[in-house]
């Protein structure tokens, strides 16, 4: 039985600010994953690298979880491309934390990211407990589908991905589709990936008076608000936003007066090396009038973006899940998304959303356009939206993923046994 859990996320921290930097959906993954487990009454620490020299050694979260700051090189400036170098010394520093507790502390490691998972694998032969990963995403399903100036993953990672699929009890996957991709590219045994979804706090995300959350944005009552939320970066494409925007004023310059285009987030991975781009992207195309760039905003505030806007875009190249397009839909609001990873998961097309084939910017013109020219369409959509976000909830996440660390375990004494 599973009493506590070592949960290693080396490269961010759960505490962090999602939307910008390394920090996004991940970070609302194991935060919220662990507060389900420690509501079931199971203890969490939380590994994770030192930041700042300001952070407290251990950080308690709520009852039952700890963030462990753990001093791995220097604290600022330290890109993730440079984290593979400092891996040695965070692994040391969480094995000498579990040293220090009593024998058989820990009674499973669940890593997230490669990084992550390869200090997890070391954890796992040292404690003789089972090793649970999650990818969240992969190097060779990245770079099959590389954004236009984007850096293709270097090898050094796929041959840590391969090393950490090869070393877990169990791999968990977002969707079916990463799971297939687990098993294709990287030659996981089927019987060691199981499929848990990511869930949504649909007490967070949910309906809310439009008229009043709009007021208090900032936009106007009867504008067409286009939300894009995330980081800034080529992968999650807000340039296809922008660029279809374009298109939309081009052919139908009314509308201008009404469309407010928000984007919440800030500059991430390859789009830290431009940081202005997308904001020159606007005055380049002619749409800065029209696009409000937000700085990065707490899940509440997200969940009021959500809720006032007319639809929410998700162009991204790659997504293992689209979390941004569960919380968009649980507040009832639309979504367009890409038809790639897991966004074919999380959006029903025809019934809580639109999924585009394509990154052309005339085809999502023409899909954002079917949507706000036909109320009865975004109406029924709205409605499906709620519908298909019941289909996940944290809740759900955890008691699945317990039922993976038990048959992690099973496997791993089966291993040591012989069997």
Avoid at 40 to 66: C, H, K, M, N, Y
Avoid at 115 to 142: F, N, Y
Avoid at 224 to 246: C, E, M, S, T, Y
Wanted: aromatic content about 4%.
């Amino acid at each position: 039985m599973t009493k506590r859990v070592a949960m290693i996320s080396l490269h961010t921290s759960p505490l962090d600010q999602p939307g910008t930097g390394d920090a996004g959906g991940m970070n609302v993954y194991v935060l919220e994953l662990s507060r389900r487990l420690a509501g079931r009454g199971i203890e969490v620490d939380i590994f994770t690298r030192a930041t700042s020299s300001r952070l407290d050694p251990v950080v308690r979260v709520d009852d039952g979880i700890l963030v462990r700051h753990v001093a791995a090189g220097p604290f600022e400036g330290l890109s993730k491309a440079e984290l593979p170098g400092q891996m040695c010394v965070f692994a040391r520093e969480v094995l000498r934390t579990e040293a220090g507790l009593l024998p058989g502390h820990y009674d499973a490691v669940h890593s997230h990211y490669w990084l992550s998972g390869q200090v997890g694998a070391l954890a796992r032969d040292r404690w003789g407990v089972p090793l649970v990963h999650s990818m969240h995403t992969m190097a060779k399903v990245k770079n099959e589908a590389l954004a236009h100036g984007d850096t293709p993953e270097p090898a050094a990672r796929v041959l840590g991905e391969e090393q950490v699929v090869a070393a877990a009890d169990a791999l968990i996957a977002n969707t079916d589709l990463e799971a297939k991709q687990l098993i294709n590219l990287y030659d996981a045994a089927p019987d060691r990936v199981e499929v848990v979804h990511p869930g949504v706090d649909l007490a967070r995300f949910c309906p809310q008076p439009r008229a009043d959350v709009r007021r208090e944005l900032g936009l106007p009552d009867d504008a067409h608000v286009l939300l894009f939320a995330g980081r800034i970066q080529p992968l999650k494409a807000p340039d296809v936003l922008l660029r279809a925007v374009a298109v939309l004023l081009a052919e139908e310059p009314a509308l201008r007066s009404r469309v407010v285009v928000p984007v919440v987030g800030g500059p991430s991975g390859s789009g830290l090396e431009h940081p202005t781009a997308l904001a020159d992207l606007a005055v380049e195309l002619g749409i800065d009038d029209v696009v409000r760039f937000v700085p990065p905003v707490s899940q509440d505030e997200l969940a009021r973006w959500c809720a006032a806007a007319t639809l929410v875009a998700v162009p991204s190249h790659n997504e293992s899940f689209g979390l941004v397009a569960v919380e968009a839909q649980a507040t009832g609001t639309p979504v367009i998304a890409a038809a790639v990873g897991g966004l074919t998961t999380v959006v029903r097309d025809g019934r809580s959303g639109l999924l585009v084939e394509t990154h052309e910017p005339r085809d999502w013109a023409a899909a954002i356009r079917s949507l706000l020219a036909d109320d009865e369409l975004r109406q029924r959509l709205a409605a499906g939206a709620l519908v298909q976000a019941r289909e996940f909830s944290w809740e759900r996440t955890a008691e699945a993923t317990l039922e993976v660390y038990a048959k992690a375990a099973r496997l791993l004494r089966e291993e040591t046994a012989g069997v």
